[in-house]
């Protein structure tokens, strides 16, 4: 159930005044999540739920439909037409107020954008200050239990074992004259990953040569490149454990096939590595010393070590995402590519760290999982790639 009293302590400790939660039509996906309203349904009526910093929630709703919030804690507000839901949101929401909703300024953080911009312009005419509420919804789906960080390790293991099979695979292939591609290795991953019984929200993502240049490219029957030797290969790959609590392992390897390894692909790998550290070493200074960090600023770190060598062009996407029971979970991302996410990194939570560049011939992503533990140390769970793997 919703926890009431978490709630308020976030609260009082942000400095805010109260959260507002708004539906329609079950058009809010993060009221009916964190008020365990999915299943039921859906308000042809607009209903509000306010948790104050301090005191009792209230519940303002359509006197047509009274009902709707009555698993929830807190008084009742009942309203008739457009005059009276005025009226209980004049007296909820006072001017000097700070309340948090499900908006980002700008759209920074779209993730937490699911109040649409007219009732923003209707609530802002009571009087109160509308702030974010997205560093307060990564306490609710973002902030890992032991058990969850358990289940990711326990996945990175399996992980890198099928990844250890394919490999031996490709090398076992080749050795005895076989033709491979791109699309018989994926059917091979598959075969083991069915073995294995992990959960994965696609396919494995991997590229051959200049297909490693795109981020997006898929192996199909047709077009895949062949696998021999000298051949540079991306793999990416990302799973998690049967259950409704487990969380993903996420990692990509850079490999080389054969032992012969190309001067350039090395080049742009030591870069990329030189980048991911970067992050690692930005968030153990700032935790260490009390202080946040913020998702853009991971990001920024990464592109300034890509403009320092003058790669800042190959970059095409963000550095991190948040990582929980889905594989992009809710929670801050290292991005000030394609988004601007100014949430905090928090302590408890769980993130990729995957800085690439894609030059057109050649494709170098690293990437590894961080959480930041409540005790604000860095861990990472699994093996680190501190070399271009030969097979």
């Given at each position: 159930m919703m926890d009431v009293t978490k709630i308020q302590g976030l609260l009082q400790a942000q400095g805010l005044d109260g959260w507002l939660f708004h539906d329609f039509h079950g058009r809010d996906p993060i009221t009916r999540d964190i008020l365990g309203l999915d299943g039921k349904s859906h308000p042809s009526r607009r209903l509000f739920y306010f948790i104050p910093a301090g005191g009792e929630p209230v519940k303002v709703l359509s006197a047509i439909e009274p009902l709707l919030l009555d698993g929830l804690p807190g008084r009742k507000v009942l309203y008739k037409g457009k005059a009276g839901q005025d009226e209980a949101l004049r007296r909820l929401l006072r001017p000097g107020m700070k309340v948090a909703c499900q908006y980002s300024p700008m759209g920074?953080?779209?993730?937490?954008?699911?109040m649409d911009g007219g009732l923003l312009e209707y609530l802002r005419t009571?009087?109160?200050?509308?702030?974010?509420?997205?560093?307060?919804?990564q306490h609710f789906g973002a902030v890992l239990t032991p058990e969850q960080v358990e289940s990711h390790r326990q996945a990175g293991v399996i992980v890198h074992k099928i990844m250890d099979e394919t490999f031996r695979w490709v090398r076992q292939s080749l050795e005895e004259g076989l033709s491979i591609n791109e699309w018989d290795m994926l059917k091979k991953m598959k075969a083991l990953i069915d073995r294995e019984g992990v959960i994965l929200d696609g396919p494995p993502f991997f590229g051959v040569d200049d297909h490693a240049s795109d981020p997006g490219y898929e192996p199909k029957a047709q077009g895949s490149y062949p696998i021999r030797e000298g051949s540079r290969l991306i793999l990416d790959f990302a799973a998690r454990l049967p259950?409704?609590?487990?969380?993903?392992?996420?990692?990509?390897?850079?490999?080389?096939?054969?032992?012969?390894?190309?001067?350039?692909?090395?080049?742009?790998?030591?870069i990329v590595?030189?980048?991911?550290?970067?992050?690692?070493?930005?968030?153990?200074?700032?935790?260490?010393?009390?202080?946040?960090?913020?998702?853009?600023?991971?990001?920024?770190?990464?592109?300034?070590?890509?403009?320092?060598?003058?790669?800042?062009?190959?970059?095409?996407?963000?550095?991190g995402h948040s990582?929980?029971?889905?594989?992009?979970?809710?929670?801050?991302?290292?991005?000030?590519?394609?988004?601007?996410?100014?949430?905090?990194?928090?302590?408890?939570?769980?993130?990729?760290?995957?800085?690439?560049?894609y030059t057109g011939?050649?494709?170098?992503?690293?990437?590894?999982?961080?959480?930041?533990?409540?005790?604000?140390?860095?861990?990472?769970?699994?093996?680190?790639?501190?070399?271009?793997?030969?097979?």
């Open positions: 920074n953080v779209p993730t937490a954008s699911t009571f009087g109160p200050e509308l702030v974010s509420s997205a560093d307060l919804l259950g409704e609590d487990s969380v993903y392992y996420d990692v990509t390897w850079c490999i080389q096939v054969g032992q012969a390894v190309d001067p350039e692909y090395q080049r742009l790998f030591d590595w030189e980048a991911r550290q970067s992050v690692v070493d930005l968030l153990e200074s700032r935790l260490a010393a009390g202080k946040v960090v913020y998702g853009y600023e991971a990001d920024r770190q990464t592109r300034a070590v890509f403009e320092k060598y003058g790669l800042s062009q190959f970059i095409m996407h963000r550095t990582i929980g029971h889905a594989c992009h979970s809710v929670g801050a991302n290292l991005d000030d590519y394609e988004t601007h996410d100014d949430r905090q990194l928090l302590p408890g939570t769980m993130f990729s760290v995957e800085p690439g560049l011939k050649y494709g170098v992503r690293l990437e590894f999982d961080v959480h930041i533990t409540p005790e604000r140390k860095v861990r990472i769970y699994g093996p680190i790639q501190r070399e271009i793997l030969c097979i």
